[in-house]
């Protein structure tokens, strides 16, 4: 009994992922064809070129020498981006309440922040120019740039990147945590039991105000405009991605769609407390929470410029204070 029981568990979770991993590939597509794309007025490509069509080409194209001092970790670092993104979703499932330690805000948390990591590693770890090495300014005898410092475009990106890691995910790890004022438990079974007994947390005023602030958080972890600093293509053209191209390129490209959805699966549980579950008619919610987001952000971002630090920090700094006042307020 507790062989199929498990077996059972484990099959949810796999077709969970599957189903939320094949609609994730589209969300792309429809934030360029049906909001970017109408906004500018102009055709825009079809629904499966940005988040299917794109990662299948890339996966047949050859792959390229990149110089980095630990080659390895950069080449993987895509991948791992995706695993942390698996895990999240994973962890929202239903079956995976039963593993306290993986479905709680803290293992959300950290998962997000390995993600985030991830950004501050590419740039850092990449020591190339379009794939070719550019030791510049000379160093040789006699130069006369001897003792001037050296960088390299995606050391931009990494700086960008860690500086949004130390404060510029704030909001964002605010609103996840500003269920727990209602439910007080910081386990997702408990934030989702409460939310079922007393109503989604998205209709009190410290969920209203906490879900502002999650989409502020939710565009400033995709690295979407006016968020976009540390991949602006006036400097640092793609950021961190630069180097990445073929295979690892293309899984930069499900990774971010996959993120998209699983962003708005994490919203469900927290603001509404419906989990992602292929057997349930939740997983229509979940859906319909990721689109609505797609295309939240699809309008913001389509109007907004990239912000200077000098933007961003009053918005960071406001969206944060915003978070502490749902918090307060749910404490209340």
């Known amino acids: 009994m507790f062989s199929n029981t498990l077996i059972n568990s484990v099959l949810a979770v796999i077709l969970t992922v599957i189903v939320c991993f094949i609609i994730s590939t589209l969300l792309p597509g429809i934030e360029r064809k049906y909001v970017h794309a109408r906004i500018q007025q102009r055709i825009g490509p079809i629904v499966i070129a940005p988040g299917i069509m794109a990662p299948i080409k890339f996966m047949f194209k050859e792959n390229v020498k990149v110089s980095s001092p630990v080659s390895g970790l950069y080449k993987s670092l895509p991948i791992i981006c995706f695993i942390a993104v698996l895990c999240i979703l994973i962890a929202l499932t239903p079956q995976a309440y039963k593993i306290p330690a993986l479905a709680s805000l803290v293992a959300i948390v950290g998962f997000l922040k390995v993600e985030e990591i991830c950004y501050v590693l590419m740039g850092a770890l990449s020591k190339s120019v379009m794939s070719v090495r550019m030791p510049f300014p000379d160093q040789i005898k006699g130069a006369a740039h001897q003792n001037a410092n050296r960088s390299f475009v995606e050391d931009i ?6 500086r949004m ?3 510029g995910s704030f909001p964002l790890y605010l609103a996840l945590f500003a269920p727990v004022t209602a439910a007080r438990s910081i386990f997702l079974s408990d934030i989702v039991a409460y939310q079922h007994a007393h109503g989604p947390f998205l209709f ?3 969920g209203g105000i906490a879900a502002i602030v999650f989409f502020i958080g939710y565009m400033i972890i995709l690295n979407e405009y006016p968020f976009s600093i540390i991949k602006a293509k006036s400097d640092v053209i793609e950021g961190p991605y630069m180097e990445y191209a073929a295979k690892y390129r293309a899984v930069v490209y499900l990774t971010r769609g996959f993120f998209m959805f699983v962003l708005g699966a994490v919203f469900s549980v927290l603001f509404i407390g419906i989990p992602p579950n292929v057997f349930s ?9 990721a689109l609505i987001f797609v295309f939240m952000m699809g309008i913001f971002s389509a109007f907004s410029p990239v912000f200077t630090n000098r933007q961003l920090l009053p918005t960071i700094l406001g969206a944060t204070l915003l978070g502490i006042l749902a918090v307060v307020v749910g404490l209340l």
Do not use: H, K, Q
């Open 204 to 206: 009190t005023v410290a």
């Open 157 to 162: 990106s990494a700086r960008r990147s860690l």
């Open 281 to 289: 008619l939740g997983i229509l919610v979940n859906i319909l929470v």
């Open 165 to 167: 890691i130390t404060y």
